[in-house]
């Protein structure tokens, strides 16, 4: 898995990147609310773990502008402000989970370990767009041109994750973690067959949208060329 960490304290910083690597996930470090923010929605990450005071831009402000974005990517903010004031407002903002320092490395990695576990959760309210659809994930109703189709949950789940990241290639394995969950032994085939699935439901809507395979790598959403 890839984790995104945004830390200002370059100690900190390397000791927990230390011991995410030791504990085998790729990480992306950045020190500044900027840097977060850009890395955030370019990259796909299974999990952001966001330091709340950042230079430049402050963590919680990096947070809602992530949720604004519709990224759905589970974050743990970590911070020095523990009082319940401080809590609320920070898992008001979009915070998955609220950690405070100082910390036990031990319980930041459960902690990645628990909220990238909860498969396919959508915990936005507002709709996901891409490329001309509209996704509501309460009720799973995915529009294109005014027409609109119901999904199942796992097939919301899935194709919220390729609205999140349209363009980018994503691997078997990430989108599998996502929406199965990273402790599922679910097997790959599943994958495949509800990429069929919402195929048959981007061609119900005449959506000039593919889900493109990816030989050896993964899938794509995509836009088609001359659409």
Partial sequence: MRILLIEDDPDLAALVSQALYRSGFQTDVCHDGSDGLYYARTQVYDAI???????????????????????????????????????????DAGADDYLVKPFAVEELMARIRAVTRRPGNLRLSQSLTAFGLSLDPES?????????????????????YFMQNPGQTLPRSRILSYVWGSSSDVEE????????????????????????????VGYRLTEERGA
């Fill in 49 to 91: 773990v966001l330091d709340r005071m950042l230079p430049e831009i402050d963590g919680l402000t990096v947070l809602e502008a992530i949720r604004r974005h519709g990224l759905l990517t589970p974050v743990i903010l970590a911070t020095a402000l523990d009082g319940l004031s401080d809590r609320i407002c920070g898992l």
């Fill in 189 to 216: 085939g599943n994958l495949d067959n509800y990429v069929y699935f919402l195929r048959r439901r981007l061609k119900a809507l005449d959506a000039p949208v593919r889900l493109v395979t990816v030989h050896g």
């Fill in 140 to 160: 799973h109703r995915l529009e294109y041109g005014g027409t609109a189709v119901s999904l199942s949950r796992k097939e919301a789940a899935l194709l919220g």
